[in-house]
């Protein structure tokens, strides 16, 4: 099916506010393309290389008190140059101005000081809105003033220092911002990078250095000058018609004949894909958000909303040398889809002399290792909690409110309040066949106990921080709070949605009204630079 780019928005639009009313649940529709550029302009598959970005190095690394490392980063938010579309430059916000920002790579046990420099212009160019910033570690148990609290934002020529601790388990994390009401455009412009935490176990079992791969994968969609136009169909999603990964357009990425890493970033306001290969090949899972799957599974193709990450082994040595392999996307129900959103990137296979010296090259592990999260039983979970994630009186809502409520409160109102230590089932529900929510928990790492009723999915069977709830579905996930207390949020990972409104926050030992030492906005606030 194709039809023009009009037609797809009204269907997309009917999708969006028509499914209450026609209470039909809508597939993904195709059209030729959402960005004005000329032809000429058009970026075409599998033309441009793939890029990594680069990994950051610390202004220094030195001993507390206590003699544990501690690594100082600096990180400024600027305006930058990228070029994606052909003949044409596109003005970007990121981390040291690119995208996706640099690579934070760490140890786990080394602490990281980041100070974080908001020196971007007054009003972002997509809609002339203040240009504040928060910036969330997502995947860590950093305290609630180091979490990108909302309305803990950095104003222009600000700066904060966020403290992160990297005890936990090696994981694929990510950084990006969560300014209230304003991250899909900060993110969307640009403010995102991958953030990865080393330890024995995954260094001694999965491929490192040039064969453990980034792969950040966005939508965007332009307009006639090159720019990146903004079009969330009335805060239901943004669909763009052009793919990219780290920044590059349906890149393509030599390989050599053994088995190489990808941890694969979804960073797209709204979209979700189902990747596969055009082999037909099963990928290996081996990790999830928070990190090493106890048992490596084999999938020909998985389901990835925004915000999710999940570490993949492809095996390139069974491919002759000169052989392309292409990333495909399936797509999923109540996505939009144009003409080459089913490609993703493709490798192509090298005759390069592997070096096979180093086991990993023809290593699939089976048995990787568990985590606290995945040696949770449903069992030790004193409370069940219902969370409903719906759409009521034009907004959308968590339980029937939304962050406007918490910030009405004066920023009291959870959720929902475990003690220190507790273990929870928190049962998920969308019950719309109209759309489809990412969940995010901050702060756990969550255990996928079921959905609607079955097992979760073969490569859902690892520690995660955003859940795929799915049209029709109550998903039930157990985790338990620990490490910190204080206000953490919770919220849909479809950006336009967590914008306008689908964002509440639960506390974790804390009482509503007591004094709170990790008060997420007044305990670490933004300042001007030290003279
Ligand atoms: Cu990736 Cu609260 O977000
Ligand atoms: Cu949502």
Known sequence: ???????????????????????????????????????????????????????????????????????????????????????????????????????????????????????????????????????HLHGSASLPQFDGYANDIIPKDMCKDYEYPNFQPARTIWYHDHAVHRTAHNVYSGLAAQYHMHDPVERALLPQGKFDVPLTVSDAMFAKDGSLSFDDNSQSGLWGDVILVNGAPWPVMKVQRRVYRFRILNASISRSY??????????????????????????????????????????????????????????????????????VMAFDVTDEPVNTADHTWKTLPKVLTSSTAMSLKASQAGKTRKMRFDRSGGRWTINGSSWEDVVDSGFQKVLANPRLNDTEIWELENKSGGWFHPVHIHLVDFQILSRNGRPPFAYERGPKDVVYLGENETVRVLMKFEHHRGRYMIHCHNLPHEDHDMMNQFSVGYTAGTPDPNDPIATAPAHYENP
């Open 1 to 135: 099916m194709s039809m023009s780019r009009r037609t797809a928005l009204k269907i997309g639009g009917a999708g969006f506010l028509g499914a209450a009313v026609l209470g039909a649940p809508l597939t993904s529709v195709e059209a030729k393309s959402a960005s004005r550029l000329d032809a000429r302009n058009m970026p075409a598959p599998f033309r441009t290389p793939l890029t990594i970005p680069p990994v950051l190095s610390p202004e220094k690394t030195e001993r507390d008190a206590d003699g544990r490392l501690v690594s100082s980063y600096r990180i400024k938010q600027l305006q930058g140059k990228a070029n994606i579309v052909p003949g044409l430059s596109t003005t970007i916000f990121g981390y040291n101005g690119i995208f996706p920002g640099p690579t934070v790579s760490v140890e786990q046990g080394t602490r990281i000081n980041l100070r974080m420099d908001n020196y971007l212009p007054v009003f972002n160019p997509l809609d002339g809105q203040v240009f504040n910033t928060s910036t």
């Open 274 to 343: 189902r990747f596969a290969l055009s082999t037909g090949d099963a990928f290996t899972v081996v990790a999830t958000d928070g990190g090493l799957i106890p048992v490596a599974q084999q999938v020909p193709n998985w389901r990835h909303s925004s915000g999710e990450r999940y570490e993949v082994l492809i095996d390139f040595s069974k491919y002759a040398a000169g052989k392309r392999v292409e990333l495909r996307n399936l797509s999923n129900k109540n996505n939009v889809d144009y003409d080459f959103t089913n490609k």
